[in-house]
């Protein structure tokens, strides 16, 4: 399997302007997680779903933040308007709820707002 | 803020030393997890201990657990200049699938 993948990469944009970040998960896992790191708060964790369904939002920040699972192969992590303090690198991790519940991370997007 | 600690926050020691991390959490836990993360890369999930038990070991990792003070440990032997970089602890809050960050450590290991 290739593991966690998420685009874009990097991503530099200006204020206001819409972001959307996409995961998609390792196959056969039903749980999905956003996480945002920044140097000042560390890992946070903003949501996560379980089977698609949002389980779980409350570290979601601001009503600028949203995200979406339509399918079990796809997330989307928008933000709009995005603002400067938005910048920060956001992780995607999937998870296999039965077992050990390991978490298998994304190599991350990192996001600067100008 | 339900974020963890750990101390501390930065570790810098000699290639063959041992490497001790503290994390504390703050919630019940299911279990708790250490991983690893190299500078600008994903972390990758190191070891796991349940909340019932005490002590696990793997390869040059021992990772111990006190839920009474809701903290725990990560001892790496031998320590390498591989090892470099920053170690988090995860605690996964009882009942549900919320899994939460320390505050992470830094550890530098000098050639």
């Known amino acids: 399997d290739a593991g966690v993948i998420q685009s874009p990469r990097h991503e530099v944009t200006e204020m206001g302007q819409e972001v959307t970040l996409r995961c998609k998960p390792i196959?056969?896992?039903?749980?999905l997680f956003w996480y945002r790191q920044t140097m000042m708060r560390g890992l946070e964790l903003l949501i996560y779903f379980n089977n698609n369904v949002p389980i779980d939002d409350s570290g979601m920040p601001e009503d600028r933040f949203s995200a979406k699972m339509p399918n079990a192969s796809f997330s989307t992590l928008k933000i709009q308007p995005s603002e400067p303090r938005d910048s920060a690198v956001y992780f995607c991790?999937?998870?296999?709820?039965?077992?050990?519940?390991?978490?298998?991370f994304g190599e991350g997007s990192r996001l600067t707002v100008l | 803020s339900q974020q963890g600690e750990e101390d501390p926050q930065a570790l810098s020691i000699q290639e063959g030393e041992n490497a001790t991390m503290n994390c504390s959490y703050k919630t019940s836990i299911n279990n708790l997890q250490w991983y690893r993360q190299n500078s600008g890369r994903g972390l990758v999930h190191l070891i796991l201990?349940?909340?019932?038990?005490r002590e696990k070991h793997s390869g040059r990792l021992r990772v111990t657990l006190d839920t009474s003070k809701k903290s725990s440990s990560l001892l790496i032997t031998a320590s390498r200049a591989a090892d470099t970089a920053s170690y988090f602890c995860v605690s996964r809050t009882s009942g549900t699938y919320k899994y939460i960050f320390g505050t992470g450590t830094r550890l530098k290991v000098l050639a």
């Open positions: 201990i349940r909340s019932n038990e």
């Open positions: 196959s056969g896992h039903d749980y």
């Open positions: 991790a999937s998870s296999y709820g039965v077992g050990i519940g390991e978490l298998f």
